[in-house]
């Protein structure tokens, strides 16, 4: 499978956590999306890029499996990995690593489709835009 990959650090805040100083596991999600956007900026692919195109993606399918806690104070990394796909879907994988214990904290992914902007369709084939933007990229196999 070929994949592209990015990174992002990220301090864990107070408001991040529970009574128990532990991150809500509601968060994992928003650091998640932190790591989409860091991505799209890596690779020139910006949620307003795509809506320039004339599309949302909305996500259809999202997946956590937890590992470890994560406590206020600490800091992570969230690596993001998209999966080259044929289908008209944006597959991206996340691994979240604890900095503080060295330890594996999440791993999950998240599916995200191409609707039209204007009449909300579901589009059933890539849009030529992301398919350009998939041929300039540099994937690595997995």
Known sequence: MKILESTIN???????????????HGNYLKYFEDGRERFGIKYGVEYLDIYKEGYFTPIVKSEINHKS????????????????????????RYEVLNLTTNKIAAI????????????????LIKPEFYENWEKNQNWKEA
């Open 10 to 24: 990220i301090d864990v805040r107070f408001s991040e956590t529970d009574a128990m100083g532990v991150v809500w």
């Open 69 to 92: 806690t994560i406590n206020y104070g600490e800091k992570i990394l969230v690596k993001v990995i998209l999966e080259k796909h044929y289908a008209a879907k944006i597959i991206f």
């Open 108 to 123: 999950g992914s998240t599916t995200q489709v191409f609707m039209n902007v204007q009449d909300r369709t579901l589009e």
